[in-house]
């Protein structure tokens, strides 16, 4: 079973920048999404960014210019560098992890606290 933990997280100032990161324990083959989510003060988890197994990479309208996911596939790791940070990016963030082929499952970490403000 693939385990995902996230690192990174923390207070900054507006217009500051962060880097999370998140450990992927066991091989993930086939097509899949690997990304973030985020938890504000409601309910709901937002989309933030992910990227493909082909490499592929999607952004929140919210996020876009300000935040770039990458993996390092020797290490198993999918970082997110936010970069303009704002005090709505609050949140507590999720890696996530949705595979289709060969086989169909998701995987949530256990969220990251980002606090930005002065």
């Known amino acids: 079973q693939v385990q995902l933990v996230e690192s990174g997280g923390g207070l900054v100032q507006p217009g500051g920048s962060l880097r999370l990161s998140c450990a992927v324990s066991?091989?993930?083959?086939?097509?899949?999404?690997l990304g973030w989510y985020r938890q504000g003060t409601g309910n709901q988890r937002d989309f933030v960014a992910h990227?493909?197994?082909?490499?592929?990479?999607n952004y929140a309208d919210s996020v876009k210019g300000r935040f770039t996911i990458s993996r390092d596939g020797a290490n198993n790791l999918v970082h997110l560098q936010m970069n303009s940070l704002k005090s709505e990016d609050t949140a507590v963030y999720y890696c996530?992890?949705?595979?289709?082929?060969?086989?169909?499952?998701?995987?949530w970490g256990q969220g990251t606290q980002v606090t930005v403000s002065s």
């Open positions: 996530n992890l949705r595979a289709t082929w060969p086989s169909a499952f998701e995987s």
């Open positions: 066991g091989n993930i083959v086939g097509i899949y999404l």
């Open positions: 990227i493909s197994s082909s490499g592929g990479t």
